[in-house]
């Protein structure tokens, strides 16, 4: 059974930081992109980061560009999200995703970490 994990979500003032973990388990996704996406109170989810399956190329949202980084650990695997400079527009909840490829969205999903940045 796939498992994605997410972790380090929490509560933070405008400009703060917070690292974002996503565990995978029952699959190791060495060939495959993994992805975060967020969803926030009556909107829908978008993709934030992409990470190609080898961690040489990533894809940002226009908003988060030079703000957020993307990596990822295909050992564990693991793939992460370093988010510096909070907006209060950052907050919403933050999903792993894996198993696509080229930019295709997977199918495995985690179960969310809610960020919230306050003014």
């Known amino acids: 059974q796939v498992q994605l994990v997410e972790s380090g979500g929490g509560m933070v003032q405008a400009g703060g930081s917070l690292r974002l973990s996503c565990v995978a388990s029952g699959r190791t996704f060495t060939t495959d992109d993994m992805s975060w996406y967020r969803q926030a109170p009556g909107k829908e989810r978008e993709s934030v980061a992409r990470i190609n399956w080898s961690g040489a190329s990533a894809d940002y949202k226009d908003s988060v560009k030079g703000r957020f980084t993307i990596s990822r650990d295909r050992a564990k695997p693991t793939v992460f999200l370093q988010m510096n400079n909070l907006k209060p527009e950052d907050t919403a909840t933050y999903y792993c995703?894996?198993?696509?490829?080229?930019?295709?969205?997977?199918?495995?999903w985690g179960q969310g970490t809610q960020v919230t940045v306050s003014p």
């Open positions: 995703n894996a198993g696509g490829r080229g930019g295709v969205q997977g199918i495995y």
